[in-house]
Nanobody, 120 residues
């Protein structure tokens, strides 16, 4: 059983900052990728930022230069530092992890989601 537990969401004014955290727990061999997605009302879930086990990261164009994803492999935790927040960043943010149980296949797991609301 794998669990992803998120924290750090909330309400912030435009221009402010928030830091999200997501910790993975359970029995597995390795985490191949960890990242963040978001879903605004009436919209599809979209990738925000993700990092691989070798440390590379990719970002949605809309957050480049404002958001930073980082990972603590020893703690199985991924962070999302969000600066210069805009009202259009308002969404439920979901943590995602690609988990390996020792074979080639990677299994995708999701957190429960944390609400981020940016007021104008």
């Amino acid at each position: 059983q794998v669990q992803l537990v998120e924290s750090g969401g909330g309400l912030v004014q435009a221009g402010g900052s928030l830091r999200l955290s997501c910790a993975a727990s359970g029995t597995f061999v390795s985490i191949r990728s960890m990242g963040w997605y978001r879903q605004a009302p009436g919209k599809q879930r979209e990738l925000v930022a993700a990092t691989t086990s070798v440390g590379s990261a990719n970002y949605a164009d809309s957050v480049k230069g404002r958001f930073t994803v980082s990972r603590d492999t020893a703690k199985n935790t991924v962070y999302l530092q969000m600066d210069s927040l805009k009202p259009e960043d308002t969404a439920v943010y979901y943590c995602n992890a690609g988990i390996s149980f020792g074979q080639l296949q990677t299994y995708s797991y999701w957190g429960q989601g944390t609400q981020v609301t940016v007021s104008s």
